[in-house]
């Protein structure tokens, strides 16, 4: 079985940065576009970032210019780094992907989660 599980979460100060990764493992053939995407307290699940397999980005404009998506292929990892953090970047933040594998043919797969709260 194919799963994603997310690290680097925790509690920052405003303005501080943080660094979330997210590692793809299973019967992996390939794996396809990743993204993460966030949740706050009674607000819906919002794109933050993503990447193509190629290495294409795209962003949503509250954290163009602070956040930075970034993948490494060997290791089926894809990575946030997330720069002069604001309180409201506090959220649960979730890996996605698109995997292709021997257990489940082309499936798109979540992480757990991983809680950032920024905060003074």
């Known amino acids: 079985q194919v799963q994603l599980v997310e690290s680097g979460g925790g509690l920052v100060q405003p303005g501080g940065s943080l660094r979330l990764s997210c590692a793809a493992s299973g019967s992996i053939f390939r794996v396809y576009a990743m993204s993460w995407h966030r949740q706050a307290p009674e607000e819906q699940r919002e794109l933050v970032a993503g990447?193509?397999?190629?290495?294409?980005?795209n962003y949503a404009d509250s954290v163009k210019g602070r956040f930075t998506i970034s993948r490494d292929n060997a290791r089926n990892t894809v990575y946030l780094q997330m720069n002069s953090l604001k309180p409201e970047d506090t959220a649960v933040y979730y890996c996605?992907?698109?995997?292709?594998?021997?257990?489940?043919?082309?499936?798109?797969?979540w992480g757990q989660g991983t809680q950032v709260t920024v905060s003074s």
């Open positions: 996605n992907a698109d995997v292709y594998s021997s257990s489940n043919g082309i499936h798109n797969y």
């Open positions: 990447i193509t397999s190629d290495g294409r980005t």
